[in-house]
């Protein structure tokens, strides 16, 4: 085979800096989140996690909607065009927020941008391969690894907020998410766009354009009524879950099989992200006001240490994508449910480890900061026996005529992790009576250690599912 064979599309490094700047400013807006509410606003620890967990669960729900209007309607192109402005929008927004009457409208904004450009721009790189194309595995891989050097890069905006303030670094999210649509411009010449998926017109499309506005209204009307929210998701929750189980009895006995395996993944799922999601939130805070900031002579801020997840993520990802294809060689390669138990296994562990970490504070009261990186090492290898692998299982697993569907609803569910996120975070909300140190960490510990509680029951409770569904099991495709 020449070279040529070998060379990706040409349209690979422009879609893989707009999706790097746009995990930039997601980070930089969601890592910071919480405490900006705690300490630009003052909002108490409980109506910060909310708030949080609100925006978290309908950044990741709203790609749903935004998918099905580009498979519909919009086409990719024009999908990621609106999502990328209302992206730059956002985050303008929410450097202008110190007008409280912007916050609101601010975090809605980022969450329909979310949605419209997050699903898209990956399924407009499938589009830029044949389906048997055999680059297509490593320029997604590739693709991967853009979207965590965005996360890593996000790690410098603390550095930024210590500087020059809250707004210009909020601000910079704006700017990054300007060069990332720069970048899809410039690379339109060389991008594949299927006319077919564009199928409206200008009336219409500025029609939608009307509705995206009213969604944003209607979302900030959500993120300001958190009871409200709190009630209306998990109720749609439920609707949701009630409809997987009659779509699961519908189909004929092989398929049935199969999704109930799905849909014991997609659950399971739920619990790990409400877990990994502590990253910004209780884990945020945490390291925030209690973690020792010095290491080696350098000087850390609270957002390095969840951008060290993407670093990780970067270092560990080709290899573990070895070990899943050397085990597969030699037929050895684990079922996709043990491979969720282990992932929400090691996520307990990191919780674990965050747990003991606050019973070894120094003479200042403070935590040691490699605590916390081998915490979030071992919730790094839960996420990658958990997240790639549950992608994988969904084009396994599902019905053909089901995929793009279930592959919605799998993404769905990690929304509803970020909801339940919020709920468990007030385990660790510190109230205004803990003025101790001592006290601080007292919260903190009980609360790691029931995150860490949970994710092992839940991981014992899958084995168990795992050992009744075995003999199903044998007869389906390993990831």
């Known amino acids: 085979m020449d070279a040529a064979t070998y060379r990706h599309p040409k349209a690979l490094p422009f879609l893989f800096l707009t999706e790097l700047w746009e995990r930039f400013g997601l980070y930089v807006a969601q890592g910071l989140l919480v405490l900006y509410m705690t300490e630009y606003y003052g909002f108490s620890d409980n109506t910060s996690y909310s708030i949080s967990g609100i925006f978290a669960g309908l950044v990741y729900i ?7 209007l580009a498979d519909k309607l919009l086409g990719f192109k024009t999908a990621i065009i609106w999502g990328g402005l209302f992206l730059v929008l956002g985050y303008a927004l ?24 997050k699903p898209n721009i990956s399924s407009l790189l499938g589009t830029q391969y044949t389906s048997d194309d055999p680059r297509r595995d490593s320029g997604f891989t590739i693709f991967y690894i853009g979207i965590n050097i965005g996360a890593a890069l996000s790690g410098l905006s603390g550095y930024v907020r210590n500087a020059f303030g809250w ?8 700017v990054g998410m300007i060069i990332g649509l720069i970048a899809f ?5 060389h991008i594949k ?27 900030s009307f959500l993120l300001r009524i958190q009871v409200l929210a709190n009630w209306l998701l998990p109720c749609t929750g439920i609707v949701l879950l009630v409809f997987l189980i009659v779509l699961t009895l519908q189909q004929n006995a092989e398929y049935r099989k199969r999704m109930m395996v799905l849909n014991t993944l997609i659950i399971s799922s739920i619990i790990f992200w409400m877990l990994f999601l502590q990253l910004f939130n209780s884990a945020n805070l945490y390291i925030d006001r209690l973690v020792d900031k010095n290491l080696l002579g350098l000087h850390l801020t609270t957002t390095v240490f969840y951008a060290s997840e993407g670093i990780f993520i970067i270092l560990l990802g080709p ?4 070990i899943w294809h050397a085990l597969g060689r030699n037929n050895k390669n684990p079922s996709p449910v043990t491979k969720f138990v282990f992932g929400i296994f090691f996520a307990g562990l990191g919780f674990l480890v965050l747990g003991f970490s606050t019973m070894f504070p120094n003479t200042q009261g403070l935590i040691n900061p490699l605590w916390v990186f081998f915490s979030y090492l071992l919730i790094t290898i839960g996420e990658l026996l958990l997240s790639p692998i549950g992608l994988s299982a969904v084009t396994m697993l599902a019905p053909t ?22 709920w468990i975070a007030k385990l660790s909300s510190v109230p205004d009576s803990a003025q101790t140190v001592a006290q601080k960490l007292a919260i903190y510990q009980n609360a790691f250690f029931d995150y860490a509680y949970l994710a092992f029951f839940v991981a014992i409770i899958l084995l168990f599912v795992q050992l009744g569904i075995k003999q199903r099991l044998t007869k389906l495709p390993h990831c």
Do not use: E
């Open 94 to 117: 929410l450097a202008l927020s110190s007008i409280n009457a912007v916050f609101y409208p601010a975090l809605a904004t980022i969450i329909i941008g979310n949605g419209l450009l």
């Open 401 to 422: 005529n089901l995929i793009g569907m279930m592959m919605g609803i799998w993404f769905v569910a990690t929304g509803f992790g970020g909801i339940f996120a919020g």
């Open 319 to 322: 290899l573990f994508a070895w």
């Open 167 to 174: 707004q210009i670094t909020f601000a910079l999210a704006s």
């Open 185 to 189: 411009f410039s690379g339109l010449k």
């Open 193 to 219: 766009i299927s006319q077919k998926t564009q199928r409206a017109g200008h009336k219409l499309k500025f029609q939608l354009f009307l509705y995206c506005i009213l969604a944003i209204i209607g979302v």
């Open 62 to 68: 709203s790609p749903f909607i935004g998918g099905f």
